[in-house]
Nanobody, 122 residues
Framework: QVQLVESGGGLVQPGGSLRLSCVVSGSILSIYGMGWYRQAPGKQRELVARITSGGTLNYADSVKGRFTISRDNAKNTVSLQMNSMKPEDTAVYYC????????????????WGQGTQVTVSS
């Protein structure tokens, strides 16, 4: 079974840093893309950062210059380095993966992690 497990969430002061990690396990042939989304109380879930198999990067305008997404293909892992954090970054962060499961027949699917709480407060 495919699983996405996030880690690294917690409480941090404004201006501080956190690093989130997400590990994908299961019967997977390859990863088309992985990303991080977040949902704050009373708000819609939004894209934070995404990286494709080709290395294309996408960031929300609110985190550009502060957050960095990276991958370790050998370990099926994606990380999010969060620096200069603001109270507005407080949210539950979810890992997402677009996966190739099999070739015959072709099967591609989208998976989500359980989420990890990030709180930025003084």
């Amino acid at each position: 079974q495919v699983q996405l497990v996030e880690s690294g969430g917690g409480l941090v002061q404004p201006g501080g840093s956190l690093r989130l990690s997400c590990v994908v396990s299961g019967s997977i042939l390859s990863i088309y893309g992985m990303g991080w989304y977040r949902q704050a109380p009373g708000k819609q879930r939004e894209l934070v950062a995404r990286i494709t198999s080709g290395g294309t990067l996408n960031y929300a305008d609110s985190v550009k210059g502060r957050f960095t997404i990276s991958r370790d293909n050998a370990k099926n892992t994606v990380s999010l380095q969060m620096n200069s954090m603001k109270p507005e970054d407080t949210a539950v962060y979810y890992c997402n993966a677009d996966l190739l499961l099999r070739l015959q027949p072709f099967e591609r699917a989208d998976y989500w992690g359980q989420g990890t709480q990030v709180t930025v407060s003084s």
